[in-house]
């Protein structure tokens, strides 16, 4: 698949001498969600301002649809809609006045056709004539969104999307991240929601203290990653997991009521088939099982604490 963002060797380093980023290389395919995870002061703000022009980088390069962020700014822009964590608008300003302004600062004609497109896909159309300080936080974000899609970018990034919205309205912004991307348009997410990626994104970046510390497929690295358990409700509670069983790595838990064993997804059939033959054999047996994953939330978190 073809890409549309080529980072390269990216370097940032501030004049108080911090080094925001060091030699990050990142790929991101057209017509992605690409998520961008990593705890606070990772980077991510930083790249993403790098790669919309906001900043500038101390060294490497980075590429917007074949166009270099800083010695061909305005046509690596206007491929660009961004959507910052902090809401920005002006109050006394209409929602239509505001999306339509945003447009001629790209240098595009009037579109009211589109914009009405826009505000429609976005639920905002019966807000068209409202006052952006009459707005609820969530409607604000969407007016946010909107105003970046104004200029018809190929690539959007939404820093922090969601954050302070409620939970019915998020779901309602992932089904626009999806609707956008089924468009295709290309989408770049921060968050700090991890069921957030988990739910929309196709590849998903970990940063940390300005590395790229990986990047996968979301699936792959659930399977690689997301170690799965095989908990047993034991019928007569242990004391100790018998010596014959070590080669399993069983755990006993709930004082002794259950046995955990932890597997990789590829050993799924033959590892369970394996212990639940030698727990047979050693007499021990079990009313009741269950199966679980490692969510996303705790791959990345052992990825982080791994690298603090």
Same mark, same amino acid.
């Given at each position: 698949m073809q890409n549309i963002i080529s980072v390269a060797n990216l370097s940032k380093v501030y004049a108080s001498g911090f080094e925001a980023l060091k030699d990050v290389t990142l790929e991101i395919r057209?017509? %992605?969600i690409f998520a961008l995870l990593g705890p606070n002061g990772a980077g991510k703000t930083t790249l993403i301002s790098i790669i919309c022009g906001l900043v500038n980088p101390s060294t490497g390069t980075v590429l917007a649809d074949g166009h270099n962020v800083v010695t061909e700014y305005r046509a690596a822009r206007s491929r660009i809609g961004l959507v910052p964590q902090e809401l920005t608008t002006d109050a006394f300003e209409t929602v239509w006045a505001t999306v339509s302004f945003s447009r001629g600062l790209f240098g595009k004609p009037p579109n009211p056709a589109l914009v009405?497109?826009?505000?429609?896909?976005?639920?905002?159309?019966?807000?068209k004539d409202s006052r952006l300080r009459t707005l609820s936080g969530g409607m604000k974000r969407r007016v946010m969104i909107?105003?970046?899609?104004?200029? %018809?970018?190929?690539?959007?990034?939404l820093d922090e999307p969601t954050a302070g919205v409620d939970v019915e309205l998020r779901r309602d912004m992932w089904e626009v991240v999806r609707q956008l991307r089924e468009s295709g348009v290309t989408i770049i997410l921060t968050t700090h929601y991890i069921e957030e990626a988990e739910e929309m994104a196709d590849r998903i970046g970990v940063i940390h203290r300005g590395q790229i510390i990986l990047v996968e497929e979301k699936a792959e690295l659930?399977?690689?990653?997301?170690k799965k358990q095989l908990t047993l409700q034991l019928q007569e509670p242990l004391a100790n997991v018998p010596g014959g069983l070590d080669a399993y790595g069983l755990a006993l838990a709930d004082g002794g009521n259950e046995l955990v064993y932890s597997y990789d997804a590829d050993a799924e059939q033959k590892g369970i088939a394996d212990v639940l033959g030698a727990l047979g054999r050693a007499g021990i047996h079990f009313k009741d099982l269950q199966t679980s994953q490692r969510s996303l939330e705790e791959i990345f978190v052992s990825l982080v604490s791994e690298r603090s």
């Amino acid at each position: 698949m073809q890409n549309i963002i080529s980072v390269a060797n990216l370097s940032k380093v501030y004049a108080s001498g911090f080094e925001a980023l060091k030699d990050v290389t990142l790929e991101i395919r057209r017509g %992605e969600i690409f998520a961008l995870l990593g705890p606070n002061g990772a980077g991510k703000t930083t790249l993403i301002s790098i790669i919309c022009g906001l900043v500038n980088p101390s060294t490497g390069t980075v590429l917007a649809d074949g166009h270099n962020v800083v010695t061909e700014y305005r046509a690596a822009r206007s491929r660009i809609g961004l959507v910052p964590q902090e809401l920005t608008t002006d109050a006394f300003e209409t929602v239509w006045a505001t999306v339509s302004f945003s447009r001629g600062l790209f240098g595009k004609p009037p579109n009211p056709a589109l914009v009405e497109k826009i505000l429609r896909e976005l639920s905002l159309w019966d807000k068209k004539d409202s006052r952006l300080r009459t707005l609820s936080g969530g409607m604000k974000r969407r007016v946010m969104i909107a105003k970046a899609l104004s200029h %018809e970018p190929e690539i959007l990034f939404l820093d922090e999307p969601t954050a302070g919205v409620d939970v019915e309205l998020r779901r309602d912004m992932w089904e626009v991240v999806r609707q956008l991307r089924e468009s295709g348009v290309t989408i770049i997410l921060t968050t700090h929601y991890i069921e957030e990626a988990e739910e929309m994104a196709d590849r998903i970046g970990v940063i940390h203290r300005g590395q790229i510390i990986l990047v996968e497929e979301k699936a792959e690295l659930m399977r690689k990653l997301g170690k799965k358990q095989l908990t047993l409700q034991l019928q007569e509670p242990l004391a100790n997991v018998p010596g014959g069983l070590d080669a399993y790595g069983l755990a006993l838990a709930d004082g002794g009521n259950e046995l955990v064993y932890s597997y990789d997804a590829d050993a799924e059939q033959k590892g369970i088939a394996d212990v639940l033959g030698a727990l047979g054999r050693a007499g021990i047996h079990f009313k009741d099982l269950q199966t679980s994953q490692r969510s996303l939330e705790e791959i990345f978190v052992s990825l982080v604490s791994e690298r603090s």
